[in-house]
């Protein structure tokens, strides 16, 4: 079976509410910081997984049970 | 021999009709005669042949597929079952369509179709899904030999090549199309069952795109076929058809849950654009950036308002008060000081004055003179304290006279002017008091 595709989404809403918990304020000093760095490290996750992508392509045969890449 | 009731030889008879396979699934032609509108809605024609003719009846609820009002003199085909309506004897078709002569069986069939599957609610709107914003998972049901999948192919390779592309391979065109692409669909569903992470309730595939490439028009048939239409509307996961073609819709496009113009139309529908998402992301950075520094900032003042607080509060400022006041204090009272010394050099003033009214000098100035005893210093106030030969000393005004008492009367005071003392000689300075 092939692994799960790289879960952008994920990603990308826990960015989204980074920056929502971090603009609504009143964090204590500690927990902005750590929402800070937390942004960060989702945001470039974010920008390695657009960059890294590689479309990936599967075919599932009408004969065979099994999924096989393809191209 | 048997005797039948008239219900018995009605019953038998419309069971007899509408077992017929024939006259259960019937096209027919001929001209349009009688046209009646009943007040619940239905109609009522006559179809007239060269030496014959049919009665119909459609139903209010067939009626509403119709366009054209129906007049009597139109050569049409109409569809529909045959069956006996009991109470009046009347051999009778059923009609659900009734069209123009004309058109062509291709044309009607699809008609015909598309109604049946619009009754069942195959087409209704609120059974439409939504499309995955952020697929994980594309199936892609056509065929692998055309243009069509490296079209999608290359829109998703650009816009969103975080996704996995799972080909179904099928025909599109020819007469094994129907089947194939119905397997294929299914394919995709049980695919995507097989996988579905329960935990997380993602589908393994997010959205089907039914596509076919470039073809003869008349290959449409195979989208407009039934067993396609409702392998569509079995999905579980939501399709998105581009059969490739701008202006008729297929069956297939109105059970699909998205019609696309062509498939790289169908591709973008179904993936986010990755500069967009870049961009994006970009902004999100940006903005925790902003936001963290805000927040850093909001405490650097709350630091800031709180030393400024302790400042306000520091003793500093209580003991300059204290100061303040000690000092206060103190003017006050050398003030007070002041003020009753100079009250008190004023009384004093006031009481020299009268002192100075009071004293015997003044007195003196009058003519009056004082003796005294001068062994003893005592006054002498009255003449028995001195005898004949006593010293006296009499002090004037301006200087003393020693003298000698003569004699004495003891007569009081009558006469402030019949002095008993007798002035002695002034010595012409000063004596000194003894």
Request: net charge negative.
């Amino acid at each position: 079976m092939a692994t799960e595709p790289t879960a952008f989404e994920a990603v990308f809403a826990e960015l989204e509410e980074c920056v929502g918990v971090l603009e609504q304020g009143g964090l204590t000093l500690e927990a902005a910081l750590a929402r800070f760095e937390e942004g960060m490290r989702l945001s470039a996750q974010c920008s390695v997984i657009l960059d890294q992508a590689e479309l990936r392509i599967t075919q599932l045969l009408a004969d065979d049970e099994e999924a096989e890449p393809a191209f | 021999m048997r005797i039948f009731d008239i219900a018995e030889v009605m019953s038998y008879a419309r069971e007899l009709l509408e077992s017929d396979p024939v006259l259960g699934d019937l096209w027919v032609q001929g001209e349009v005669t009688k046209v009646y509108q009943s007040t619940a809605g239905h109609l009522y024609f006559t179809l007239r042949g060269a030496s014959s003719q049919l009665e119909c009846v459609m139903f209010r609820s067939a009626l509403r597929h119709v366009r054209t009002r129906l007049e009597a003199g139109q050569a049409v085909v109409a569809h529909g079952a045959v069956s006996l309506y009991e109470a009046r004897g009347q051999f009778q078709l059923y009609a659900d369509l009734v069209e123009p002569e004309g058109l062509g069986q291709a044309y009607l069939q699809f008609e015909l179709l598309r109604r049946r599957l619009e009754d069942e609610g195959l087409f209704a709107l609120e059974r439409k899904r939504a499309l995955p914003t952020y697929p994980r998972r594309i199936g892609v049901a056509t065929s692998i030999g055309g243009a069509v999948i490296h079209d999608i192919q290359r829109v998703l390779a650009r816009r969103y090549p975080l996704v996995e592309v799972v080909i179904a391979p099928c025909a599109v065109q020819g007469e094994a199309a129907p089947r194939e692409i119905v397997a294929a669909l299914q394919r995709l569903n049980e695919y995507a069952a097989s996988r579905l992470d329960e935990a997380r309730r993602l589908a393994a595939i997010d959205v089907i795109i039914l596509a076919r490439g470039g073809g003869a028009p008349e290959e449409l048939a195979v989208f407009n076929d039934e067993g396609v239409a409702r392998a569509i509307f079995a999905s579980a996961i939501p399709v998105v058809s581009a059969i490739g073609h701008e202006t008729d819709h297929t069956i297939a496009d109105l059970v699909a849950d998205v019609r696309a113009a062509t498939p790289s139309v169908a591709a973008e529908l179904v993936s986010p654009d990755c500069e967009t998402l870049r961009a994006t992301v970009d902004e999100w950075r940006r903005r925790v950036a902003v936001a963290a520094t805000t927040a850093l900032q909001t405490h650097r003042q709350r630091v800031d308002s709180a030393r400024q607080q302790l400042l306000w509060r520091s003793p500093q400022s209580q003991i300059a008060a204290y100061q303040q006041r000690v000092s206060d204090l103190a003017q006050r009272t050398r003030g007070a000081v002041a003020q009753q010394l100079a009250n008190r050099a004023s009384q004093l003033q006031a009481r020299q004055l009268q002192l100075l009214a009071l004293s015997p000098t003044t007195t003196l100035a009058r003519g009056y003179a004082l003796c005294y005893d001068p062994s003893s210093g005592a006054l002498v106030t009255a003449a028995n304290q001195v005898r004949p030969g006593d010293p006296l000393e009499v002090q004037l005004h301006q200087g003393v006279v020693h003298s000698e008492v003569r004699g004495t009367a003891s007569s009081a005071v009558a006469d402030p002017h019949a002095n008993p003392v007798e002035r002695g000689a002034a010595n012409g300075h000063r004596a000194h008091r003894v």
